[in-house]
């Protein structure tokens, strides 16, 4: 007599369940406090770049043609032999070249400062939630987001929010209820605001709350 057969459980690793992408302690580890050393975006330039491509290929394209037809016994262009008898017969004290060397030199310091910085201001950097991903907010939208978040406030009849690298000023009217009172619910709300654009560095906040203006 053979006795039913007993139900034997699953092998554990049969059907896994649902495995959870980021949990509760990586999301901790890499929220960061607003703080965080974080690269700004290097702009490509490619307006510079084309410009200074343009004149070079065309002075060397130019010069190379002069040069080559001076070999092939050919009178030189008149422009060449021009600047080559200016040249020599001018000084190095003259004003029309301290002109050209001061304004070459603005020229190459202008390249150096465009090659050394990043560029993109209007792009603010924000919070690195993976090391893989990195994410940008425009400042005019985060302005935007800042000002509707502003006119929820109760009093609040306009208001104007500049968002910058370090500071977002912010300048409202109110037409009813204390200053004060405005002031610090306007600052209360935008707090939470900055907070919520997730920006690697947080910017201090200014507001200014005053009356609208009298007209006539």
Known sequence: MTSPAQPT???????????????????????????????????????????????????????????????????????RRELADDLATRTLDDAVTLAAAALVVLLGLWLLVLACTPGLRKVLPMRRAHPDVRAGLDREAAALALRDRAMEVSGVQSVKVRVGRAKVGVRAVSHFRPLDDVRADVESVLAGGVEELGLARRPALSVRVDRPSKKG
């Open 9 to 79: 459980d699953p092998a554990p690793d049969s059907a896994p369940g649902p495995v959870p992408v980021l949990g509760a302690h990586d999301s901790d580890e890499h929220r960061g406090t607003g703080d965080e050393r974080v690269r700004r975006f290097w702009s490509v330039r490619r307006i510079p770049a084309a410009l200074l491509a343009a004149v070079v290929l065309g002075g060397a394209g130019l010069l190379l043609y002069d040069v080559a037809a001076v070999r092939a016994d050919r009178t030189a262009m008149s422009w």
